[in-house]
């Protein structure tokens, strides 16, 4: 029985580790919702961020993982959309805060910058960590209250 859906997706600079992600999220009982890239060849990670939100609007995944090289250029793609919270973390402290004060429903690395553990370790406190809410429900709602126009 799986826990729920996770989306991944990657330009070719993070397809390394989503793949690597992906076989890790299976191994915990998690369904992956592959939505690309697959290969080496030069990709445009705008297109993967697009395909992340429509899924998370759509309900095919209830949080998702991103990855290009530096995960600079994705987290920025992805946080255009005013339900998407994609948080860009290299450790472990920064997964936690993520989902604990800014209930980020999208985890971001660089593919070129985290190494496989710490990535790993990164997901599974962002899958594990709960929202706080409290004070922190006041800052995520004014996010979306300046979200897309």
């Given amino acids: 029985m799986t826990k729920e859906t996770i989306a991944l997706a990657s330009d070719h600079g993070g397809v390394e580790l989503k793949t690597l992600l992906a076989r890790h999220l299976e191994s915990l ?9 697959d290969g080496a060849q030069s990709v445009d990670y705008p297109d993967f961020a697009v395909a ?3 899924a998370l609007k759509e309900g095919r995944a209830t949080r998702g993982v991103l990855m290009c090289g530096s995960g600079i250029g994705i987290s920025i793609a992805a946080n255009r959309f005013a ?4 948080a860009l ?3 472990a402290y920064g997964a936690k805060m993520c989902r604990q004060h800014n209930d980020a429903n999208v985890l971001v690395m660089g593919g070129r910058t985290v190494g496989p553990e710490i990535a790993k370790d990164c997901l599974d406190l ?3 960590t709960e929202f706080e809410g409290g004070r922190h429900a006041r800052r995520v709602a004014k996010l979306a209250e ?3 126009r």
Avoid: I
């Avoid at 009982?29 to 890239?37: E, H, K, N, R």
């Avoid at 339900?83 to 994609?86: D, L, M, Q």
């Fill in 146 to 148: 300046n979200g897309e």
């Fill in 29 to 37: 009982g998690y369904a992956v919702l592959d939505l690309g890239t």
């Fill in 126 to 128: 962002f899958l594990q």
């Fill in 89 to 91: 973390v290299h450790d």
């Fill in 52 to 54: 992340m939100a429509e």
């Fill in 83 to 86: 339900h998407v919270r994609a």
